[in-house]
């Protein structure tokens, strides 16, 4: 064998092997990162949709409720909290609205993903309605308020005084090509 027909074979298998490991991290990673969330609590998610039952509202303390609003490095949008931060009793139902533009050209579809810190709090951060359950489409330069509505379960640890809702904003324009033909 030459030293080259060597060299391309080696060259072959690293490229194959740096094929799979993308794969892995692509493929195989987030499902298992989520399932060890949903076990051990971490990582702050939030449920879906939440039904309020008769709740009593905790008068005796007041939690504050920070929002923070970030874009995923591919997403063009402007994309912030109207109200940074609210006061509200555990067991009193709050609705906040979140401001978005396309300021791009192009249709656009974009997903919020929600995270509650601490984590601790995660499991007491109840949300009734939220733009983060729907896919998000905006037209080429429009612009949305986009609520949620959420109640801090009475519940809620003695110890947790400050609780913040945070959001990340993606672009998931390409997987959704029916609804952006929609949009018009």
Known sequence: MSRTSIHRGLLIKLLMGAGAMFAFAIFVLPPIYDLFCEITGIGGKTGGAYTVNEVTIDTSRKVEVQFVATNNATMPWDFYPTEHKVFVHPGESREITFYARNKTGNDMVAQAIPNVLPNNAADYFHKTECFCFNNQPLSAGEQAELAVV???????????????????????????????????
Not at 152 to 173: A, G, H
């Open 150 to 184: 959420f109640v801090l379960d009475p519940d809620l640890p003695v110890s947790v005084n400050t609780v913040t809702l945070s959001y990340t904003l993606f672009d998931i324009t390409d997987r959704m090509p029916m609804q952006v033909s929609q949009i018009q």
